[in-house]
């Protein structure tokens, strides 16, 4: 799909994307703007080599995409400037390698926070209030009457969220489960971000002054402590190699039996072998995933797990965000294009 064939600048989009407005911005300011509609998911290198071609200013690709040497070399040898990937987790990305070609790089950082930590908190309820199994149980039609222990499962109110990795998007989940369910909080930051403890002081100051209940909470001082003591941890660092299989058996092995653990990171951050052979061993343990070791596909053994929820990594799929991620990583490459700073700068 070509839009504004005659424009100066050749911007390629590996995907269709949500929204028109990151369409128009690139044609107003004279881009020729290619939209790959290839049916396939996952486009390898060699076709987003045949995308770039001889002449391509900028692309926007996906994080299903290997973007390292061969792509950046392609890219600059094409005259490219720009590349900005669709997602605010740039672990698909060489970002040396972009340097050393001299191509920019952007992500989407902002416009996915609040739906990122709205899906995060979905999981967290849907795995404590066993939402998936009740609902393949009325629709198998084995509901025959109430019963007492019918699909019994945990009340968060007064339980501990645990918090691994408290940038915005962990910050912000933190803040929907401390706020919406009265959870106390435990968490560890990597980077020493202090969003958080401004938010839960703060909070606890208003709580105050309301003759309301404080909520208790805590930065721990290892990953470990958060581990031991939260009811429900959520998983929120960047992918990296300090952080592939973070939680590994080990680690399992160190949470409640009875814990719940979400991931809407990246999926290597979690040991899915060990994850999965921990469910079993642990009917009680629950986890909400939307993130996997090796997408599309899950691990054996995990699609029959009773005490996982699984969905396809959807945690920025909201209308707003999407469109919002789109006109992100339009302006991202529009802005090297043009001269402007960009927005998402993973260097920075
Ligand atoms: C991201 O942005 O990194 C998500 O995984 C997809 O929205």
Redesign the pocket.
């Known amino acids: 799909e070509v839009w504004n064939p005659n424009g100066k600048y050749r911007v390629i989009s590996t995907k269709p994307m949500p929204g028109t407005r990151w369409i128009n911005l690139l044609v107003e300011q004279d881009c020729r703007v290619e939209i790959c509609t290839e049916k396939k998911t996952i486009l390898s290198v060699d076709d987003i080599i045949a995308l770039i071609g001889n002449k391509c200013d900028g692309v926007i690709g996906q994080?299903t995409e290997d973007w390292g040497d061969t792509l950046f070399a392609a890219l600059s040898r094409a005259g490219g400037k720009a590349f900005s990937n669709m997602?605010?987790?740039y672990n698909n990305v060489d970002v040396n390698a972009a340097n050393k070609y001299g191509v920019a790089v952007g992500n989407?950082p902002g416009v996915?926070t609040e739906t990122?930590a709205e899906l995060a908190a979905s999981l967290s309820l849907a795995a404590a209030r066993r939402i998936v199994e009740a609902d393949e149980f009325m629709r198998a039609g084995l509901y025959d009457g109430w019963l007492p222990h019918l699909f019994v499962g945990n009340l968060l109110k007064g339980q501990t969220v645990g918090v691994i990795g408290a940038g915005r998007i962990g910050s912000a989940y933190a803040r929907m489960m401390v706020e919406g369910f009265k959870m106390n909080l435990i968490y560890y930051d990597l980077y020493q971000s202090t969003r958080l403890e401004k938010f839960v002081t703060a909070y606890g100051e208003f709580l105050k002054s309301n003759g309301e209940q404080p909520v208790y909470w805590k930065r721990a001082s290892s990953m470990e402590e958060v581990l031991r003591e939260a009811d429900v941890i959520s998983l929120h660092p960047i992918l990296d190699k300090t952080t592939y299989h973070l939680i590994n058996k080990d680690s399992l092995a160190t949470m409640k039996k009875e814990a719940i653990l979400v991931n809407c990171s990246r999926g290597p951050v979690v040991d899915e072998v060990a994850l999965v052979e921990h469910l079993k061993q642990n009917p009680m343990f629950r986890v909400g995933l939307d993130v996997f070791e090796d997408e599309p596909f899950m691990k054996p053994g995990l699609a029959e797990m009773k005490n996982a929820v699984v969905v396809p990594?959807i945690?920025?799929a909201s209308k707003w965000t999407r469109e919002g991620?789109a006109t992100l990583a339009a302006l991202n490459v529009l802005g090297k294009i043009k001269g402007y700073p960009i927005w998402g700068d993973p260097n920075r």
């Open positions: 994080l997602a605010v987790g989407t996915l990122t990594h945690a920025s991620m």
